[in-house]
């Protein structure tokens, strides 16, 4: 399976949040959070003796950036109920969910309020064949 399909598969599980502006790979210039930003990346990949992959490692990073704990902890509780063992299909193993950060102060800073968002972010991990 090709890298593009995974990552497609992958990304496609990640629910609507609503009042939450979703990016992928980095926030537009210029925005500010609430938002949740998620990306996908290939980490690794496991090789036969033939030196060919056989298997491939993906991780999802999911940064959820906010004003308030409270906001975060229930963005982030329901993308874990979707996320934790979800199955993209065919040829990729279920997620797994690898990293909590827990939520701390960003170094972005709320413009009206002069004081810092906060953070969290979720990993997971999956593979699929070569």
């Known amino acids: 399976m090709r890298y593009a399909t995974a990552r497609a598969r992958v990304l496609a599980l990640v629910p609507p949040l609503p009042g939450w502006r979703v990016c992928r790979g ?3 210039q210029g925005d500010s959070p609430p938002w949740v930003v ?5 980490i690794d990949r496991e090789v036969v003796e033939s030196d060919r992959a056989s298997t491939h490692v993906g991780r999802l990073d999911v940064r959820v950036v906010g004003e308030t704990d409270e906001s975060i902890g229930i963005v982030c509780d329901r993308l874990s109920g979707a996320l934790d063992g979800a199955y993209p299909g ?9 990293r909590d950060s827990g939520t701390y102060s960003a170094e ?3 413009p009206l309020t002069g ?3 906060a953070m969290r972010v979720l990993t997971w991990t999956v593979g699929w064949d070569a």
Request: proline share 9%.
């Open 26 to 28: 980095t926030p537009a």
């Open 38 to 42: 998620v990306a996908f990346s290939e």
């Open 90 to 98: 065919t040829g990729m193993s279920c997620l797994h969910a690898e």
């Open 115 to 117: 004081s810092p968002f």
């Open 108 to 110: 972005l800073v709320s």
